[in-house]
């Protein structure tokens, strides 16, 4: 099983849709999740951390589950802005090693 | 604040020549890290660095080298090029427990070896 497991879509969707991406982790011990956005030949860009207890930064909520070792970014009223790839982030729960990064889910938000 | 700094921005170089990509940061990160990303693919981790004279090979390190003497920087080297190098290559840096903060990236260097 891959440590870090994301459909790539492309998930293809109008303007003011709800759309929501899940991600799967192999390591049960990992306690850090994190979702990044990747615009087209651009670098990677935090776009927001996930509690235990789910948190939502405006129009986005994440949400994490750990029985089931998955995560989830859910997007309301979709903007063309939006239309990007959406990165999965997971800690490898030993010492100092970095960060694992999922391929990506590739989401365009069509007018 | 600059934040992470990578040049050059594009580059191709022929098969055989040698180069180095500059990385630096200016927000007193000890982490540093180089993930290289082929097109449609996700980032792949090169080499990393937890602080300064220290380093550590990541999942695809062969034909790279990388050298940590100030903080500030962590440049790679590729000594014989060859076009499976062909990649864009990200530096990213992050505080200790990049558990709790995540990464903030470079943007990029675009690389192509013909």
């Known amino acids: 099983r891959k440590e870090v497991e994301q459909d790539p879509g492309p998930f293809n969707v109008p303007e003011g849709a709800t759309v929501a991406f899940n991600c799967t982790y192999s390591?049960?011990?990992?306690?850090?999740f994190f979702w990044y956005r990747q615009d087209c030949r651009k670098e990677p860009k935090l776009l927001m951390s996930?509690?235990?207890s789910g948190n939502e930064d405006g129009r986005f909520t994440a949400q994490l589950n750990r029985a089931s070792q998955y995560i989830s970014l859910l997007i309301r009223d979709s903007k063309l802005s939006d239309s990007a790839t959406y990165l999965c982030v997971v800690n490898k729960p030993s010492g100092n090693t970095p960060l694992v990064f999922g391929k990506g889910t590739r989401l365009s938000v069509i007018a | 604040n600059a934040g992470v700094t990578q040049t050059p921005k594009f580059r191709i170089l022929k098969i055989g020549q040698s180069m180095t990509l500059q990385c630096t940061q200016d927000m007193n990160h000890n982490y540093m890290y180089w993930y290289r990303q082929d097109p449609g693919m996700g980032l792949k981790l090169i080499y990393y660095?937890?602080?300064?004279?220290?380093?550590d090979k990541g999942e695809v390190p062969n034909g790279y080298n990388v050298s940590r003497s100030t903080t500030e920087d962590f440049p790679l080297r590729l000594e014989l090029a060859a076009p499976s190098q062909t990649s864009v290559y990200f530096c990213?840096?992050?505080?200790?427990?990049?558990?709790?903060?995540?990464?903030?990236f470079g943007s990029g260097t675009r690389l192509t070896v013909v």
């Open positions: 990213a840096s992050s505080l200790p427990g990049p558990d709790l903060h995540g990464y903030t």
């Open positions: 660095s937890v602080g300064a004279g220290i380093t």
């Open positions: 390591n049960s011990a990992s306690q850090s």
């Open positions: 996930v509690y235990s």
